[in-house]
């Protein structure tokens, strides 16, 4: 018989142990981020090409662009890697052989 008013109080109890867990939670919407800039983050990689290439001739190092800690780990956001490596490789071309662009 005690056993029954045991099982009985932790039946009727069991309801409201588990009341605490019907609680609404907040739910926080942060807003997305910005759009990428894929110009702005080509210009910066031809910047950054440019004076990397103008470091290694002045430095008299092998003119090899993907050598620089700058093309290898790009200082932009992942999705703009190919962006701003494009504009490094670009860039320290530009240096290289100065003159018009080739053939766009």
Same mark, same amino acid.
């Given at each position: 018989?005690?056993?029954?008013?045991?099982?009985?109080?932790?039946?009727?109890?069991?309801? %409201?142990?588990?009341?605490?867990?019907?609680?609404?939670?907040? %739910?926080?919407?942060?807003?997305? *981020? *910005?759009?990428?800039?894929?110009?702005?983050?080509?210009?910066?990689?031809?910047?950054?090409?440019?004076?990397?290439?103008?470091?290694? %001739?002045?430095?008299?190092?092998?003119?090899?662009?993907?050598?620089? *800690?700058?093309?290898?780990?790009?200082?932009?956001?992942?999705?703009?890697?190919?962006?701003?490596?494009?504009?490094?490789?670009?860039?320290?071309?530009?240096?290289?052989? *100065?003159?018009?662009?080739?053939?766009?």
């Amino acid at each position: 018989m005690k056993k029954i008013r045991v099982f009985g109080f932790a039946a009727l109890l069991a309801p %409201v142990i588990l009341l605490g867990c019907g609680q609404p939670r907040a %739910v926080v919407y942060a807003p997305p *981020p *910005p759009a990428l800039d894929y110009r702005a983050i080509q210009d910066q990689g031809f910047h950054d090409g440019f004076d990397a290439a103008k470091h290694d %001739v002045e430095s008299g190092r092998a003119p090899v662009f993907d050598h620089h *800690p700058r093309w290898r780990n790009p200082p932009v956001p992942r999705p703009g890697f190919e962006a701003y490596r494009k504009g490094f490789r670009e860039g320290y071309d530009r240096f290289l052989h *100065p003159g018009p662009p080739r053939g766009e």
